[in-house]
């Protein structure tokens, strides 16, 4: 495995691991860093889809607001490094902000109505950030195939829609969120927690398996019901503090009315939290597949 | 030649093309069609300097605003496809709107800074129509080279701006204004005019070069003075109504000021015009390059 850090170099060693065969495909993990076993099953996904694997590793300035993390936001190269080969990178991109933005960015992409509700609600400028940083990634690794968790299904469901958009030649493969062995979803930024925090934490795990599974069973078929499920079982924690609690169709993220019985859509349901444990908020979600997806 | 109007056809002919050699290199010329001899001359160039060229034909309606000439913007397939074989394509690429756009796009690239003057400010949303086609473009014909006129001098600096900023893989080649042998500057939009109209519209041309003369033979030296000169020889035509006369850096489009010297600037100047005649908006314009671009 190899570490580039600068674009020419990632082009000049994609170029070089294609040289036996130009049909050689080429997937790209891209990721902030500080890599845990989400993003290790992201790299094994790649490895298993692609003949080359590119891990990005970029804690991207224009995601963030202002107020946010991204001064404080967990870094350790060494250690994604090891992560990264251990998984099964070819190639990880390690490049500096002034490497990916040498001058501050005049263009911007920003994917209306997908970005409207969820996080794009509670971090304005947030999607623009992402869609435009991994427009750059696309352009500078040019993947057939792009890994993404969903854990940050909304993220998913906005690069979808600027792919679909931009006829960006690139296909995005969502992966299955990771989970700890007591529920709570993987993250970056669980570091941040208490560990008070993280046990009161369980509560958004545990939330969505429920109300799943009073869905399943038939003792509550809306998606009013399931939001109050939702919003009553994370209210059980006294130090949770709700951002959103939300049920949308997916990918198209369209709010469902209350009396809108979930087992009965036509598409996919996506039921989504944002919710705050002290000074940390952290995202999870439960995606109810209709079609067979 | 072969014409292709899906965006499957079009990748698979590229793909056909480039089969002898994966080092064949694509030259893009996009064009709204109703071609002339200016894009012939961009065609021709494309030839120069790449293996495949490819010309696309498409009036993208997102960059055009209400009350702007989408409807009936000229058209005519047949003598485009002539003229295109004429100067060298090897595929014209004509997608319907519906194969552009199968649902209303809800990406958008947006430049900011070098759209907000010019006709950026006279066709608010314009650039961004412009922007995001272009991309679409690229990300389709995925060219080495893409080839685009002087005339649009704005345009020109506004993609040359989105390529550096999300790092997309082409380099952008500026071709000459082609005037006729008036000065009249080629536009497909120059069929709107009447004789009368035609032959006042000369006065764009013959004020660009008046004033360039002027400043190189330093009878005027500053951007003001320039200015004036420019509005005062446009103004001998009665019919002529000035969008805008402006004096700016290039490609930053930084606006002059009124005392500054125009041949002592540290990089290019451009003097960009747009005005009316009858219900025809023309634009021209000259560029002064002082560092021997």
Redesign the interface.
Known sequence: MKAVRT?AELREHIQELKSSS?KKTVGLVPTMGYLHQGHASLIRAAKEKSDIVVVSIFVNPIQFGPGEDFETYPRDEQRDLAAAEGAGADLVFLPSVPVMYPKP??????????TSGLCGASRPGHFDGV??VV??LF??V?PDYAFFGMKDAQQVAVIQ??VF?????VQIIPCPIIREEDGLALSSRNVYLSQEERSQALVLSRSLRETKDALEQGRIRTAGQARDLLVSTISESKVAVIDYVEVVSFPELTSLENEARIMEQDESVLMALAVKFGKTRLIDNCLIQLKGE
Not at 165 to 169: E, F, Q
């Open positions: 674009i130009d960015t005049k263009t911007k992409i920003a994917v209306s109505d997908v869609t435009t427009s750059k352009n500078i040019q829609q600027m958009d931009l006829n960006i030649n």
